[in-house]
């Protein structure tokens, strides 16, 4: 028995790609690599990522997360949680249907003046603008940042059930011992909120208590730091606590990001591992290998290591034909495995002497868009034929000369 990744071939069918622009004819899935199959950028480059299966793909992480205040406010208010996870916050100084202004919150973001201040923090370039480049570029982010092949078994492509079983285990783990999402709140609330800590180690019933208001603290404020860039939070301005740390670190807004990729964590959700924030992506890669070819984590004892990456046996295979390459001449383009006959009939270089391909494995003299093989038979002076391996020569245009008697005889 196989677990087979769900199809999804129609969605977004011919969409064109922003990063190729017109040399891709349109998306096309590939049904294990997931990428297009025309140009194989992503389908976050074609603009392929669905709110509402990013709707319901954030409300499956969240199931049976425990240090998520978002979870236990949807249950509250009796809201399914792969139905609604966001608001949106409207400037009432503008028309309704001005739709470009229109914010996209998290629900852990509850008062909207909070909430304003929040996005005002943040970059132009991330804020949670709906109908934007700004909300393609949160969109794009949350395709990174939380995959759905790292949470969903069925996602992924023809897991043995064995391994089906290991996923399911380590989701499980991590939505238990990392997984949270950031509130927002001002420094002066955490001080006099009487707010308990939780115990992230999940031992006995310890917990703290942050700031009673009583005559021994009412005229002491307490000045807090941020946790990333350790400067002075200002008075006034929102805040981001996360439960799974604890009430008594703080980051800016700005502040709240991966410690690998540096990009803010969207929705703020976040994964906590030895005093460090993470994204979904790169807290999984921290605990799991990664398949270079398919993106999906690896559960497998059987895997490969080329080019300083890890890769399913299968998946490392050739670009073009799929030929698995293991013990094979390969060459790597744009950093992904080409077989050699594949290499050499869409990508091999022309030797500017002979005007034939040149072999991989034979060496080449190359400069800027020219290309030679290495022998005294291509590499010669365009006007007398002299061999110029190890000599110095004069680059025209493709031509190669060996003095400027004969450059100018050729002009």
Known sequence: MWIQISSGHEQGIGA??????????????????KTCRNCKCGQEEHGICLSTEGTKKVGRLYEDAKYTSLNAKLKSEGIPMHQSYGMALRNPGLPKENDSINAVLTPSVQNKAQAGQHRQMLSK?????????????????????????????????QLSPKEVKEMRQFVKKYKSEALGVGNVKLPSEMNFQGEKVPNPAGVGNTTAVVGFKNKSTESKKTQYS??????????????????????????????????????ILVDMIYFWKNGKLYCGRHYCDSEKPRCAGCDELIFSNEYTQAENKNWHLKHFCCLKCNKVLAGKIYVMVRSKPVCKPCYMKYHAVVCQGCHNAINPEEQRVTYKKFSWHASTACFLCSCCSKCLIGQKFMPVEGMVFCSMECKNMMS
């Not at 700004?134 to 069925?154: C, V």
């Not at 008594?248 to 502040?255: E, F, M, S, V």
């Open 16 to 33: 064109p790609c922003r990063k190729c622009k017109d040399n891709c004819e349109g998306f096309e899935l590939h049904f294990w690599r």
């Open 226 to 263: 941020c946790y990333c860039c350790k400067h002075p939070m200002k008075e006034g301005e929102p805040a981001i606590y996360a439960e799974r740390v604890g009430y008594t670190k703080l980051w800016h807004p700005a502040c709240f990001i991966c410690s690998i990729c540096g990009e």
């Open 125 to 157: 370039e991330k804020q949670p603008v709906s109908c934007s480049e700004e909300a393609q570029y949160r969109k794009k982010q949350q395709a990174k940042q939380f995959p759905a092949h790292d949470q969903d078994p069925s996602k992924c492509f």
